[in-house]
T-cell receptor
């Protein structure tokens, strides 16, 4: 899967605020979802994942919410810090012929102001 | 633990010159390997993927090719670079049930 096209939406927050980044996915057969963080000039880094049999999963300062009814995924970052500034994108994976090829969202640029 | 190495980190090449980007994975065998390109401010575009040695699938017809001479080695090449080949190239390997681990990326500028 691939995601190309328009420039990225941007979310600007103040340091200490909570951030919510949203993602709409397209395939109702997708059963595994990941949020990635990509800092400028670096490869994407795994943040948190969730399987379709769950609707919420928490990590350290991050929470992922999954709403399968409306095919919506969100990433919540608590007490956002300047180091959280990056592009965040979601990925959905559906089984296909014994393998998985994920589809990546367009990404959201998070800017944290000190 | 599994690690993925990608090099070089940056590359400036003249138009018409050849290209070779290398990616290696450690700590796993027979991984599915991928090459993505990411234009500035844009999403990921899948270029090639490989499910095994010498098994390459191309997603986008273009000036690039890929090879997998060894189980854990994936190479992205071009015989003659174009200006439009500039971008950020990412290698990745996948793990069940559909997660990816990405390399650190190569910033290619064709001048």
């Amino acid at each position: 899967g691939e995601s190309v096209g328009l420039h990225l939406p941007t979310l600007s927050v103040q340091e200490g605020d909570n951030s919510i980044i949203n993602c709409a996915y397209s395939n109702s057969a997708s059963d595994y979802f990941i949020w990635y963080k990509q800092e400028s000039g670096k490869g994407p880094q795994f943040i948190i994942d969730i399987r379709s049999n769950m609707d919420k999963r928490q990590g350290q300062r991050v929470t992922v919410l999954l709403n399968k009814t409306v095919k919506h995924l969100s990433l919540q970052i608590a007490a956002t810090q300047p180091g959280d500034s990056a592009v965040y994108f979601c990925a959905e994976s559906a089984p296909s012929g014994g393998s998985y090829i994920p589809t990546f969202g367009r990404g959201t640029s998070l800017i944290v102001h000190p | 633990s599994q690690t993925i190495h990608q090099w070089p980190a940056t590359l400036v090449q003249p138009v018409g010159s050849p290209l070779s980007l290398e990616c290696t994975v450690e700590g796993t065998s027979n991984p599915n390997l991928y090459w993505y390109r990411q234009a500035a401010g844009r999403g990921l575009q899948l270029l090639f993927y490989s499910i095994g040695i010498d098994q390459i699938s191309s997603e986008v017809p273009q000036n690039l090719s890929a090879s997998r001479p060894q189980d854990r080695q994936f190479i992205l090449s071009s015989k003659k670079l174009l200006l439009s080949d500039s971008g950020f190239y990412l290698c990745a390997w996948s793990w069940p049930p559909g997660g990816y681990t990405f390399g650190s990326g190569t910033r290619l500028t064709v001048v």
